[in-house]
């Protein structure tokens, strides 16, 4: 379950434009791949899925669009900043056809102008061929030691960036800021699984290591294992006695 990345939100916003996405017989080719590829989607933001990366650049250009002509830039990006506060107000908007926001321009309009934009930015980041624009290659993992506010340091104390899975709605979180996009810069800081039963086991992982010391052996050696989504266990392997006890007693 830690490591669900289905966005549940982006299936119901794909529904919510699929009239749209079905119309595109006017379209360049490209525009109408990604429009298919979007309907058929299960809403899986793996690391390696191009739908993934297709509908977060155009859900921010839909967003962008739909919404900077009204509010101007600063009050954009401050509207867009922390993405639940955001997300069913707009949502709410595109799911109207007849909504007073699409009085200049159609949901048709905005939709078709969002996902030629969409395409136009994949293909200037990571190519035209469609099966190169995976969301690990845009949704990127940098973390940060506190000493890494320091340019010079940075990149030295620094973890990554490397691909990162999951968007800002699923269980395995993965939020970007919209005034950045898509760098993750919240997700879990822990993963832990503790399975109750008369053989108890459990597991472990942070995502980089257990000391915050750069020239520990343990600053960032647990990584690896983070990106392979694997634990450490924690499960002793010496016979458990039920009959002793730790009696701490204050003198």
Same mark, same amino acid.
């Given at each position: 379950?830690?490591?669900?990345a289905?966005?549940?939100h982006a299936r119901a916003f794909i529904e919510l434009i699929g009239p749209e996405l079905r119309d595109l017989s006017d379209e360049p080719a490209d525009v109408r791949s990604?429009?298919?590829?979007?309907l058929s989607w299960d809403g899986n933001c793996a690391e390696d899925s191009v739908e993934a990366a297709i509908f977060h650049v155009l859900h921010h250009c839909i967003l962008s669009n739909l919404l900077k002509p009204e509010l101007g830039e600063n009050v954009f990006d401050a509207y867009v900043e922390i993405l639940n506060q955001c997300i069913v107000p707009t949502d709410s908007i595109l799911g109207d056809p007849q909504s007073i926001w699409f009085a200049g321009k159609s949901r048709n309009a905005l939709v078709r102008q969002s996902l030629r934009q969409a395409c136009g930015e994949l293909t200037a980041e990571l190519g035209a061929a469609i099966e190169s624009w995976r969301w690990g290659k845009i949704d990127q993992l940098q973390i940060n030691h506190a000493f890494g506010r320091s340019k010079l340091l940075k990149p030295l104390l620094?973890?990554?960036p490397f691909a990162a899975s999951g968007d800002g709605m699923t269980i395995n979180f993965g939020f970007y800021r919209h005034s950045n996009p898509y760098a993750q810069t919240a997700g879990p800081s822990l993963r %832990?699984?503790?399975? %109750?039963?008369?053989?108890p086991?459990?597991? %472990?992982?942070?995502?980089t290591g257990q000391s915050g010391h750069p020239l520990s052996r343990h600053y960032r050696d647990q990584t690896h294992l983070w990106r392979q989504r694997r634990g450490i266990d924690l499960t002793s392997e010496q016979p458990r006695h039920r009959d002793r006890h730790l009696i701490l007693r204050a003198d």
């Open positions: 379950m830690q490591l669900d289905v966005s549940l990604a429009a298919e590829r979007l620094g973890v990554g %832990f699984t503790v399975e %109750f039963g008369a053989q086991s459990s597991e %472990f992982i942070l995502p």
